[in-house]
C-alpha cells in the first residue's frame, strides 16, 4: 500500500493540516502536498479509468505529463475537468472526483470494453464510419457515447475572473531548474533584462531531489545562493507557478501563471496570462521520464522512478512496501537508493542492459540491493493495484523465469528531452543514439525576425544531465548563445550518460504480451495498436498518430510519443530519425479557456460603441440588436406589448404622422482635396464629380471583382469637399478601403480623408409631419422650395447647429438632421417634446427594415452577399456608362457578371398573405446530383407589411424582371411550400410622390 | 505574432495593431485589360515559402499602409518600406540578397 512516511518530506508542512475530498470521502495531507501525494498518503492508488477500455489507471508521474491521475477539480462554478493531480497544489476543502467511470471508480460498467478489446481497433472509428452504417445508430455511438469522454464539461458560468498582462525582456529563460538559474544568472550579470519562468511552485527542478552536488556545493546551497543572487538584480523577475505555454513569430511567448488556484474565491484572479516578447529566449525545459513497453505497465502501482523518488523526497509518501526497480539506465538506481534510505524494500533492480556499471549502479550494489542484468518484466501482476511481477530475459520472448511479489514497480526508460518551445516555431532536432532521444539542433534554431536564432536550448532540454555541464550549458545560453552549438557538442561528447533502446520489454515479447502494453495511457493505444497501424501500411508518423489516436490525448503524448514512433520504427523496418516526430504545437500544457479569454468575457467581451442617444434607448426600453460593435433599438415594446405588434405600430405611426430614428451609427466619411472628385469617380461606380455643392446623391460602391460592397448617400459640401454616408457596419472598412487606393495605388492624387461618423448624431425625422415638427423648432428653412428632395442645408434647429439631408429610406418626407455629437440627446429630446402634438414616436432598424422594403430599397447584407453586382439588383442608373474606370468596372466585365442568364431582383407577394422564411429558395424542377431540389432563386428580404396587411419579399430569380406576374414556390423550414407571385420590389409609393413634397 | 517596424512612424507594432493586404506590387488592370491579365492582377496571387512582400496596415496605429519583405518559411524580416513604390527599393534587395544568395526577384 502507499502511505505517508514517518519522517522527511523537503516541501510538506506536517503542522498544516489540510482536509480535501475524494469523491466524496474526506481524507486529509499536509500543506505543501500536491493533491497526487496526499491521494497516495491516504492509499489512494487507484484514482481513475482509461478512455477506451475502462481500465483502472493510478499516478504513474509527479508533474505536468502525467497522464491517469485527472480529476474533475472543483464543483459547480468552480468546477474544472481533466485537472492533472500532480501539479494541483493540496488546499483545505479541496473537492475532486474521479473521471471517465460508470456507476463508480471501484466498480465500472465500461469495463466490459477491456475484455472487448479486440473489437476496438486501431482505427476502430476510420474502420467502421462508413460501413456498416446501421451499426453506428444503434450499437457503436450509444456505446460510445456513454464510455466516452474524460472530464465533464462545466454547466455554470465560471466564478473566478482571470487576467493578462504584458512583459518586455531580452531573455526569457524558461524552466527554473539549474540550467535555468545559471541562464538567468549569467544573461542578468550582464545588465539584459531577464524573465525568469518555472512551471512548479518550487525552484531547483531535479537537483535537490537527485542530491547531486553542483558547482562544488551541495545542491540545496548552491540553489539558495542562486536565487538570493537572483533577487537581488534588479533587472530579473522570477515567477514561478508559471508556465510558458507557447512559442510565436518574433519571441512571442504565452505563459499562464497560477494565482489563486488554491485559494478559490479569495478576490484575486485565479490565473493570470503572460504576452511576453522577449528578445530571445533561453529553454531550460528539461527532460521527461520515459516509460518502458511491458505488459501490464498501466496497472495501479507501477510508477515512473523518478517520480517515485520524488514523492518519498518531498512528501514523504511512499507509494509502495516492495518496489522492483526496472530500467535501461543508471538513473533509476537513484530510486533504489532513496527508497532504502527510506527504509522501505527493493527485492530487485531488473535492468535490461547486459551488463550494467558505474557509480549508481556500484551504490545500489554495495548496497546489497539485487540487480538482475539482461533481465525484463514479462508480466505485471494485480488489477487495481500491483501484486507482483513476472520476470523474463531481455533478450527472449517472454517466458516466465521467476515471480517477485511486490505492491510497486518503479520504470525508467530513459530522459525525453522536452523539446516542445523549441519546437513550436520550426527548430529543428536530431537523433542521438547516445541517449535515445531527440536533442535539439543547434545548427537549426527557429529564427528571429532579424535571422538570428530565437531560442537558446540549456540543460536537459539539450540532452546535457550531469550537473557541472548543465551549469556551463546554462551559462552560455544565457551569456554568449553564438558559442553555444560548439559547446553543446563539446559537453555531450564528454559526458558518460549512454541510454541504450529498450522499446519493448522483452524484445520478442508475443502477441498477447504486446496486446497489454500501454504506449499512451491516457487514449489507451497499446504497442499492438501502432504495429496494425504499421501492417495496415499507416507509414507516415502523423498519420498513425492519427488512426490510433497516440498522442492526441489531454497530455498530447508528453510519455508516449518517442516510445510510439520507436515502436513504429521497428514495425517499418526504419530507423527514428527517417520516420521523424509529429509536430509540436502549442500549447505545452493544457491552457483553462478563462485564461485566455482574460477579462474579455460579459460586458466587455468587446467593445460597445454607443450613439449620444444610447443612454435614452436604454431608459426608454429598447429592445436592442447588434449592428457592428453598436447596438441599436430594434423596436421600443410598450408595456404588453410583442417586438412584433411594437414594429407594426411603429411604422403604421410613422407612415401616418411622425417617427424619430436615431440613424447616428451611419458612417461618416469626409473626402477633401483638389482630386477629390476624381478620387470618388473612381470609388463610386456612378458620377460624383458632378454633383452640385448642396445637393445628395445616391451611391454604390464595389470591389474590383464588380461585386458590390456598400452604398449611401454623398453629399457635397463644398467645391472640393464631399460627404460620404456608408452603412453603419461599413464606416471603417470603408475608410480603410479609401485609404488603401490613395496610399498604394494613387498616392499623387491630392485628397483627405476623415472618418467623422462619431463626431455627429444624425437623427432621422420621418413621416408627413417631419415638415411641421422642425418648422417648430425653427431656425433654418426647411420648405419644400428651400430644401428640395435630395438637397441639403446648414443652419440651426432648436437652437442647435445642424445640417439638414433630405433624403429618405423610408419612402416618407424624410429628413436626416446632424448636429455635433454633444448635443444629439437634447435635440433628440427636442424634437420628442415638439412633436408630442404631431403624435410623434421613436421606431428601430426593424420598422426601419420594414419600411424600406415596402419601398423597394436594398439592403447591403441582405440583397448583397459578396456575390452579387449592381446590374444584378436593378440598380443600372446608378452604374455610370460615361465613366473610362472605377473600381469594379472591369470586374463587372467578366462574360459571367454581365451575362444576362443571372437571378435578378425582384419583388415577391405570397398568395395566402403569409410571411416567406428567411433565407427560403424558389424551387425549380428536378433535382441535382446530390438529389436536392433545384432552385432559381432565392429571398434575400422578407417582412410582414404593416402597411400593406400581407407579407412581402424581395429577393433574386433567374431571369427575375422578364418573369412579372409568374407565380412560384418557396421551400419552408417545415417541409412544405409557399406560392408566391413575382411583383415589382416597390410595393409602396410606386412613383415617390410622398418623400418628394 | 510578428512584429514589423512602420516605416511611416516608425513604431515596431505587434501583429495585432497591424490589418494584412495581400500580395505587393500588384499592378492594376481596370478596363481595356484582357481576361488573362485581369486574371493576373485579380486571382493569381504568389503564395511563395520563402521571400514574399506584402502589404500591411499599420491599422491600430498611424493607419499609413507599408509594405514588407520577409521569409514566409523562416519569419526573417527583412525589411518595411513606405507603399508608395512600384518596386522594392535597392536596400531592401540587398537586405534579402545579403542573407538569400541564391534568391532570383
Ligand atoms: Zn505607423
Known sequence: ?997 | MLTLTCPCCGVTAEETELAPGYEAHLKRFGPGSTDAEFESYMFARKNPKGVHFERWRHAYGCGKWFLAARCTATLEVFGTYPAQTTEPPAAILDAIRARRPDWKA
Open chain 1, 1 to 997: 500500500m502507499s502511505t505517508r512516511l514517518a519522517s522527511g518530506g523537503r516541501l510538506i508542512d506536517r503542522k498544516t493540516t489540510q482536509k480535501f475530498t475524494f469523491n466524496g470521502t474526506w481524507l486529509s495531507g499536509f500543506s505543501g502536498d500536491t493533491l497526487a501525494s496526499a491521494l497516495l498518503a491516504n492509499d489512494q492508488m487507484l484514482v481513475g479509468r482509461s478512455f477506451k477500455y475502462h481500465r483502472p489507471r493510478g499516478i504513474l508521474a509527479s508533474g505536468p505529463e502525467e497522464p491517469n491521475a485527472l480529476v474533475n477539480l472543483g464543483r459547480d462554478d468552480r468546477l474544472e475537468p481533466n485537472q492533472r493531480t500532480t501539479t494541483t497544489p493540496l488546499f483545505d476543502g479541496l473537492q475532486a472526483t474521479s473521471q471517465n467511470h460508470w456507476p463508480s471508480l471501484e466498480f465500472d460498467i465500461g469495463v466490459v470494453n477491456n475484455y472487448a478489446a479486440r473489437f476496438l481497433p486501431a482505427g476502430f472509428y476510420y474502420k467502421t464510419f462508413i460501413h456498416p452504417r446501421a451499426a453506428w445508430k444503434h450499437l457503436f455511438e450509444p456505446v460510445i457515447r456513454k464510455s466516452a469522454g474524460l472530464g465533464r464539461a462545466p454547466k455554470d458560468r465560471d466564478a473566478d475572473r482571470y487576467e493578462q498582462a504584458y512583459a518586455f525582456c531580452d531573455v526569457l529563460v524558461v524552466g527554473g531548474g539549474i540550467a535555468g538559474l545559471q541562464a538567468a544568472l549569467s544573461a542578468g550579470r550582464r545588465g539584459d533584462r531577464v524573465i525568469l519562468l518555472e512551471q512548479a511552485a518550487h525552484w531547483g527542478g531535479r537537483a535537490p531531489v537527485d542530491g547531486d552536488a553542483v558547482g562544488g556545493m551541495a545542491a540545496g546551497d548552491w540553489l539558495t545562493a542562486a536565487l538570493e543572487e537572483l533577487h537581488a538584480l534588479p533587472n530579473v523577475t522570477l515567477r514561478a507557478a508559471c508556465t510558458a505555454t507557447g512559442v510565436y513569430d518574433h519571441g512571442y511567448v504565452l505563459a499562464a501563471e497560477s494565482l489563486a488556484d488554491a485559494t478559490p474565491g479569495d478576490g484575486r484572479p485565479r490565473q493570470r496570462l503572460w504576452r511576453i516578447r522577449a528578445g530571445r529566449i533561453v529553454t531550460a525545459t528539461g527532460a521527461i521520464e520515459r516509460p518502458l513497453s511491458f505488459a501490464g505497465n498501466d496497472i495501479p502501482g507501477v510508477m515512473l522512478a523518478a517520480a517515485m523518488r520524488d514523492y518519498v523526497v518531498n512528501h514523504a509518501v511512499s507509494p509502495g512496501d516492495r518496489t522492483v526497480i526496472v530500467t535501461n539506465n543508471d538513473d533509476a538506481y537513484r530510486t533504489a537508493l532513496v527508497l532504502r534510505d527510506a527504509g522501505l524494500a527493493v527485492p530487485v533492480i531488473l535492468d535490461a542492459r547486459p551488463a550494467p556499471a558505474g557509480p549508481l549502479v556500484e551504490a545500489a550494489r554495495a548496497r546489497g540491493i539485487r540487480i538482475e542484468a539482461g533481465r525484463a518484466i514479462a508480466k505485471v501482476q494485480g488489477g487495481k493495484r500491483v501484486t507482483g511481477v513476472q520476470i523474463c530475459l531481455q533478450a527472449g520472448e517472454g517466458a516466465v523465469l521467476e515471480e517477485i511479489s511486490c505492491d510497486a514497480v518503479a520504470m525508467s526508460g530513459g530522459w525525453s528531452p522536452v523539446v516542445h518551445l523549441w519546437s513550436h516555431c520550426g527548430g529543428k532536432l536530431n537523433w542521438d543514439d547516445r541517449l535515445s532521444a531527440f536533442l535539439p539542433d543547434p545548427a537549426r534554431p527557429p529564427l528571429n525576425h532579424d535571422g538570428r536564432a530565437m531560442v537558446t536550448p540549456a540543460g536537459a532540454a539539450a540532452g546535457i544531465f550531469e550537473p557541472d555541464a548543465i551549469l556551463t550549458s546554462g551559462e552560455v545560453a544565457g551569456a554568449d548563445p553564438d558559442s553555444l552549438g560548439e559547446v553543446q557538442d563539446e559537453l555531450l561528447a564528454r559526458q558518460s550518460v549512454v541510454v541504450p533502446p529498450v522499446w519493448v520489454m522483452p524484445q520478442g515479447a508475443r502477441a498477447d504480451l504486446r496486446a497489454k502494453m500501454w504506449l499512451d495511457f491516457q487514449n489507451d493505444v497499446k504497442v499492438s495498436d501502432v504495429q496494425l497501424a504499421a501492417r495496415e501500411g499507416y507509414e507516415s508518423v502523423e498519420h498513425t498518430k492519427r488512426y490510433t489516436t497516440l498522442g492526441m490525448a489531454t497530455d498530447q503524448g508528453k510519455l508516449s510519443n518517442i516510445n510510439g514512433l520507436a515502436v513504429l520504427a521497428q514495425a517499418l523496418g526504419e530507423d527514428i530519425p527517417q520516420v521523424g516526430t509529429t509536430t509540436f504545437r502549442p500549447p505545452y500544457t493544457p491552457v483553462t479557456l478563462g485564461t485566455l479569454a482574460g477579462e474579455a468575457r460579459g460586458e466587455i467581451f468587446q467593445p460597445l460603441r454607443r450613439t449620444p442617444v444610447h443612454g435614452w434607448h436604454e431608459s426608454h426600453g429598447a429592445y436592442f440588436e447588434p449592428v457592428g460593435l453598436w447596438r441599436r433599438p430594434y423596436c421600443y415594446p410598450r408595456s404588453g406589448e410583442s417586438h412584433a405588434d411594437a414594429v407594426k405600430r411603429e411604422v403604421l405611426n410613422t407612415r401616418a404622422g411622425l417617427g424619430l430614428l436615431d440613424a447616428s451609427t451611419l458612417g461618416k466619411i469626409i473626402v477633401k482635396g483638389p482630386d477629390a472628385g476624381r478620387f470618388l469617380d473612381m470609388l463610386y461606380t456612378n458620377m460624383m464629380s458632378t454633383l452640385p455643392v448642396g445637393k445628395c446623391r445616391y451611391g454604390l460602391m464595389c470591389n474590383e471583382q464588380g461585386f458590390l460592397s456598400d452604398d449611401g448617400v454623398v453629399a457635397r459640401l463644398d467645391e472640393d469637399t464631399w460627404l460620404c454616408h456608408t452603412t453603419s457596419g461599413g464606416a471603417d472598412r470603408i475608410h480603410g478601403w479609401m485609404e488603401d487606393w490613395l496610399q498604394c495605388e494613387w498616392w499623387d492624387w491630392k485628397v483627405y480623408t476623415a472618418n467623422l461618423t462619431e463626431h455627429y448624431a444624425q437623427i432621422a425625422v420621418v413621416g408627413p409631419k417631419a415638415r411641421a415638427l422642425l418648422e417648430k423648432l425653427g431656425g433654418m428653412d426647411v420648405s419644400k422650395e428651400a430644401l428640395p428632395f435630395m438637397a441639403w442645408s446648414e443652419g440651426s434647429l432648436a437652437g442647435i447647429p445642424a445640417r439638414a439631408f433630405r433624403i429618405s429610406f423610408s419612402g416618407e418626407l424624410s429628413y436626416e438632421i446632424a448636429v455635433p455629437a454633444s448635443q444629439g440627446l437634447a435635440f433628440w429630446e427636442a424634437c420628442l417634446a415638439a412633436g408630442a402634438e404631431f403624435g410623434i414616436s421613436p421606431y428601430g432598424t426593424e420598422a426601419l427594415h420594414v419600411m424600406r422594403a415596402e419601398k423597394g430599397f436594398i439592403m447591403i447584407g441582405d440583397e448583397t452577399d459578396g456575390t452579387v453586382t449592381p446590374l444584378d439588383l436593378g440598380l443600372a442608373w446608378a452604374v455610370s456608362k460615361k465613366k473610362a474606370d472605377f473600381l469594379g468596372k472591369r470586374g463587372m466585365e467578366r462574360n459571367h457578371l454581365s451575362s444576362p442568364d443571372r437571378w435578378q431582383l425582384v419583388g415577391f407577394e405570397t398568395l395566402d398573405g403569409s410571411v416567406i422564411p428567411d433565407g427560403a429558395y424558389i424551387l425549380a424542377e428536378g433535382s441535382n446530383d446530390n438529389g436536392q431540389r433545384n432552385v432559381q432563386g432565392r429571398v434575400t428580404s422578407t417582412y410582414y407589411s404593416p402597411t400593406l396587411k400581407h407579407g412581402i419579399a424581395m429577393g433574386l430569380l433567374h431571369h427575375g424582371p422578364s418573369r412579372m406576374g409568374e407565380v412560384v414556390e418557396f421551400n419552408k423550414t417545415d417541409g412544405g411550400t409557399v406560392k408566391a407571385r413575382v411583383a415589382d420590389p416597390v410595393f409602396y409609393d410606386k412613383t415617390g410622390e410622398k418623400q418628394n413634397v
